[in-house]
Protein backbone atom coordinates (compact mmCIF):
# COMPACT_ATOMS: atom_id res chain seq x y z
CA UNK A 1 0.00 0.00 0.00
CA UNK A 2 1.40 3.62 -0.86
CA UNK A 3 0.60 7.03 0.77
CA UNK A 4 -1.51 8.56 -1.56
CA UNK A 5 -4.31 12.05 -1.08
CA UNK A 6 -7.92 10.51 -0.75
CA UNK A 7 -6.20 7.19 0.37
CA UNK A 8 -6.60 6.34 3.89
CA UNK A 9 -3.89 5.82 6.23
CA UNK A 10 -3.01 2.14 7.01
CA UNK A 11 -4.28 0.20 10.00
CA UNK A 12 -1.18 -0.25 12.33
CA UNK A 13 -0.42 -0.63 15.86
CA UNK A 14 2.14 1.73 16.92
CA UNK A 15 3.70 1.96 20.72
CA UNK A 16 4.05 5.22 23.27
CA UNK A 17 5.05 5.48 26.61
CA UNK A 18 2.30 5.66 28.93
CA UNK A 19 2.45 6.45 32.34
CA UNK A 20 2.96 2.57 33.19
CA UNK A 21 5.42 1.82 30.46
CA UNK A 22 4.68 0.96 26.50
CA UNK A 23 0.96 1.38 24.95
CA UNK A 24 -0.16 -0.01 22.05
CA UNK A 25 -1.92 2.55 19.65
CA UNK A 26 -3.93 2.01 17.20
CA UNK A 27 -3.55 4.32 14.23
CA UNK A 28 -6.68 4.03 13.08
CA UNK A 29 -8.30 4.89 16.15
CA UNK A 30 -6.22 7.41 16.98
CA UNK A 31 -7.18 9.06 13.74
CA UNK A 32 -10.94 8.41 13.98
CA UNK A 33 -12.87 11.84 13.52
CA UNK A 34 -10.12 13.92 13.85
CA UNK A 35 -7.78 16.54 12.28
CA UNK A 36 -4.48 15.30 12.57
CA UNK A 37 -0.55 15.65 10.98
CA UNK A 38 1.05 12.66 10.75
CA UNK A 39 5.01 12.76 9.59
CA UNK A 40 7.67 10.14 9.49
CA UNK A 41 11.30 10.28 9.75
CA UNK A 42 13.80 7.65 9.65
CA UNK A 43 14.91 7.88 13.83
CA UNK A 44 15.74 9.11 16.89
CA UNK A 45 18.60 10.89 17.66
CA UNK A 46 19.42 11.11 14.17
CA UNK A 47 20.91 14.55 12.33
CA UNK A 48 18.60 16.09 10.25
CA UNK A 49 16.03 14.38 12.49
CA UNK A 50 16.89 16.36 15.45
CA UNK A 51 18.12 19.24 13.98
CA UNK A 52 15.77 19.93 11.27
CA UNK A 53 12.71 17.46 11.42
CA UNK A 54 11.62 17.69 14.20
CA UNK A 55 11.97 21.46 14.95
CA UNK A 56 10.50 22.12 11.99
CA UNK A 57 7.13 20.87 13.54
CA UNK A 58 7.83 22.02 17.54
CA UNK A 59 8.03 25.94 15.02
CA UNK A 60 4.85 25.00 13.41
CA UNK A 61 3.04 23.38 15.99
CA UNK A 62 0.52 26.76 17.20
CA UNK A 63 0.11 27.45 13.70
CA UNK A 64 -1.49 23.73 13.02
CA UNK A 65 -3.48 24.05 15.73
CA UNK A 66 -4.80 27.78 14.75
CA UNK A 67 -5.77 25.77 11.88
CA UNK A 68 -7.85 22.98 13.85
CA UNK A 69 -5.34 20.31 13.91
CA UNK A 70 -6.17 18.20 16.76
CA UNK A 71 -2.98 16.00 16.79
CA UNK A 72 0.81 16.52 15.32
CA UNK A 73 2.10 12.96 15.31
CA UNK A 74 6.09 11.79 14.69
CA UNK A 75 6.46 8.27 13.77
CA UNK A 76 9.63 6.18 13.78
CA UNK A 77 10.93 3.06 13.43
CA UNK A 78 12.44 3.04 16.97
CA UNK A 79 10.82 1.73 20.47
CA UNK A 80 8.75 3.83 22.88
CA UNK A 81 11.53 4.08 25.07
CA UNK A 82 13.86 5.91 22.76
CA UNK A 83 11.02 8.13 21.51
CA UNK A 84 10.17 9.08 24.61
CA UNK A 85 13.69 10.27 25.63
CA UNK A 86 14.10 11.86 22.34
CA UNK A 87 10.80 14.02 22.48
CA UNK A 88 11.95 14.90 25.81
CA UNK A 89 15.25 16.00 24.45
CA UNK A 90 14.03 17.76 21.34
CA UNK A 91 11.39 20.02 23.33
CA UNK A 92 8.76 18.37 20.92
CA UNK A 93 7.36 16.80 24.44
CA UNK A 94 6.81 20.20 25.59
CA UNK A 95 4.93 21.34 21.91
CA UNK A 96 2.70 18.45 22.50
CA UNK A 97 3.92 16.46 19.73
CA UNK A 98 2.86 12.93 20.05
CA UNK A 99 5.75 10.17 18.98
CA UNK A 100 4.62 7.01 17.78
CA UNK A 101 6.90 4.03 17.08
CA UNK A 102 6.57 1.86 14.27
CA UNK A 103 9.11 -0.52 16.27
CA UNK A 104 9.58 -3.21 14.40
CA UNK A 105 9.17 -1.21 11.02
CA UNK A 106 6.08 -3.07 9.99
CA UNK A 107 3.86 -0.17 8.69
CA UNK A 108 6.59 1.62 7.26
CA UNK A 109 7.73 -1.60 5.26
CA UNK A 110 4.05 -2.25 3.68
CA UNK A 111 4.09 1.32 2.66
CA UNK A 112 6.85 0.51 0.36
CA UNK A 113 8.80 3.67 2.60
CA UNK A 114 11.46 1.66 4.17
CA UNK A 115 14.85 2.26 3.12
CA UNK A 116 18.68 1.20 4.80
CA UNK A 117 21.82 2.98 4.71
CA UNK A 118 24.31 0.72 6.94
CA UNK A 119 27.38 3.19 6.34
CA UNK A 120 24.72 5.72 8.94
CA UNK A 121 23.73 2.39 11.20
CA UNK A 122 20.26 3.00 9.77
CA UNK A 123 18.42 -0.52 9.12
CA UNK A 124 14.99 -0.71 8.11
CA UNK A 125 14.23 2.86 8.46
CA UNK A 126 11.27 5.37 7.52
CA UNK A 127 11.74 7.87 4.17
CA UNK A 128 9.96 11.09 5.61
CA UNK A 129 6.79 12.32 4.41
CA UNK A 130 4.40 14.05 5.98
CA UNK A 131 0.53 14.34 5.60
CA UNK A 132 -2.92 16.09 6.87
CA UNK A 133 -5.18 13.43 7.86
CA UNK A 134 -8.84 13.90 8.55
CA UNK A 135 -11.26 11.35 9.58
CA UNK A 136 -8.23 8.66 8.15
CA UNK A 137 -8.32 10.03 5.24
CA UNK A 138 -5.12 11.74 3.64
CA UNK A 139 -5.84 14.90 2.61
CA UNK A 140 -2.50 16.59 1.82
CA UNK A 141 0.95 14.96 1.28
CA UNK A 142 4.46 16.17 1.09
CA UNK A 143 6.37 12.78 0.19
CA UNK A 144 10.50 13.62 0.87
CA UNK A 145 13.03 11.74 -1.95
CA UNK A 146 15.32 9.38 -0.19
CA UNK A 147 18.01 11.67 1.92
CA UNK A 148 16.54 14.51 1.55
CA UNK A 149 14.66 16.92 4.40
CA UNK A 150 12.89 19.54 2.40
CA UNK A 151 8.55 19.29 1.95
CA UNK A 152 8.57 17.10 4.62
CA UNK A 153 8.66 20.06 7.03
CA UNK A 154 6.03 21.70 9.16
CA UNK A 155 6.22 24.86 7.04
CA UNK A 156 6.18 23.24 4.13
CA UNK A 157 3.21 20.96 4.83
CA UNK A 158 1.24 24.65 6.76
CA UNK A 159 1.99 26.17 3.28
CA UNK A 160 -0.34 23.64 1.63
CA UNK A 161 -3.42 24.66 4.41
Not at 16 to 38: I, N
Amino acid sequence: MALSVGGRMPEASLVTMGADGPVTVKLSERLRGRKVVVFALPGAFTGPCSTAHVPSFIRTADAFRAKGVDEIICISVNDPFTLKAWGEATGATRAGITHLGDADGSMTRGLGLDFTAPQLGLIGRSNRYAALVEDGVITRLNLDKPGECDISRGEALLATL
